[in-house]
């Protein structure tokens, strides 16, 4: 059952590959060097589908009463992470049609200030993608507790950006007000693949030994 685990470890940390070429696709869109949600997308996220469909597909066939505590809490762990970023890779798609929409059918195009601060989330959600793959890989207790500061402090950004925009609105600048509803849906989704990417944590300090969540003064898991 390891060497199985194992394997499916492997293609989990696959399917988080994918997913960061997508982030650097939603910058690539941001900054309309890309100007189309291109076919390449669409394969990396149908990709993901494949392999999480693959993925419980393989872990279904173990039969869990035969595992140990330890593989059987592993099971679980992969079964997690592995529908979060089946979320986290829909959720991506649908941002970049968003996006390209706006750009094409209303041809109206973010405010410099505005483009700059999704550009500053998408590269904090690429670095969580990371920290949150490798927690999940090692189970290091202290990398999980940065995992969490790092949530909390995109949080912060999110909502800093989400004030700062409506303060251009109220200054009436053209860009802002005319983008305004797709800038604010955006941070609210970028929120959300945030608290995917970061789920990882909760795991790792929820079933230490060490009362190491508590000591994280309990944060909440939703989304």
């Given at each position: 059952?390891?060497?199985?685990?194992?394997?499916?470890?492997?293609?989990?940390?696959?399917?988080?590959?994918?997913?960061?070429?997508?982030?650097?696709?939603?910058?690539?869109?941001?900054?309309?060097?890309?100007?189309?949600?291109?076919?390449?997308?669409?394969?990396?996220?149908?990709?993901?589908?494949?392999?999480?469909?693959?993925?419980?597909?393989?872990?279904?066939?173990?039969?869990?009463?035969?595992?140990?505590?330890?593989?059987?809490?592993?099971?679980?762990?992969?079964?997690?992470?592995?529908?979060?970023?089946?979320?986290?890779?829909?959720?991506?798609?649908?941002?970049?049609?968003?996006?390209?929409?706006?750009?094409?059918?209303?041809?109206?195009?973010?405010?410099?200030?505005?483009?700059?601060?999704?550009?500053?989330?998408?590269?904090?959600?690429?670095?969580?993608?990371?920290?949150?793959?490798?927690?999940?890989?090692?189970?290091d207790e202290e990398s999980a507790r940065?995992?969490?500061?790092?949530?909390?402090?995109?949080?912060?950004?999110?909502?800093?950006?989400?004030?700062?925009?409506?303060?251009?609105?109220?200054?009436?600048?053209?860009?802002?007000?005319?983008?305004?509803?797709?800038?604010?849906?955006?941070?609210?989704?970028?929120?959300?693949?945030?608290?995917?990417?970061?789920?990882?944590?909760?795991?790792?300090?929820?079933?230490?030994?060490?009362?190491?969540?508590?000591?994280?003064?309990?944060?909440?898991?939703?989304?």
């Amino acid at each position: 059952p390891s060497l199985a685990l194992a394997n499916a470890v492997r293609e989990t940390l696959r399917m988080g590959d994918l997913i960061e070429s997508m982030l650097g696709s939603m910058l690539a869109v941001l900054r309309g060097t890309q100007t189309a949600v291109t076919q390449e997308v669409r394969r990396l996220n149908d990709d993901v589908e494949a392999l999480y469909s693959a993925i419980k597909l393989y872990l279904a066939q173990m039969p869990r009463e035969d595992l140990g505590e330890h593989d059987n809490r592993r099971w679980a762990e992969i079964i997690e992470l592995t529908i979060n970023l089946e979320l986290a890779s829909g959720l991506i798609e649908r941002m970049l049609r968003k996006i390209q929409q706006q750009k094409t059918s209303h041809r109206r195009s973010f405010s410099e200030v505005g483009l700059e601060e999704l550009a500053d989330l998408q590269v904090q959600l690429q670095s969580n993608l990371r920290l949150g793959l490798s927690v999940f890989l090692s189970g290091d207790e202290e990398s999980a507790r940065q995992l969490l500061r790092e949530k909390r402090r995109f949080r912060a950004q999110e909502r800093r950006l989400a004030h700062a925009h409506v303060s251009r609105l109220r200054q009436k600048v053209v860009q802002s007000i005319e983008t305004s509803s797709l800038h604010l849906e955006l941070i609210a989704d970028m929120k959300r693949l945030n608290s995917l990417f970061c789920s990882s944590a909760y795991v790792v300090l929820e079933t230490s030994d060490t009362g190491a969540l508590s000591s994280e003064g309990q944060p909440e898991r939703s989304l």
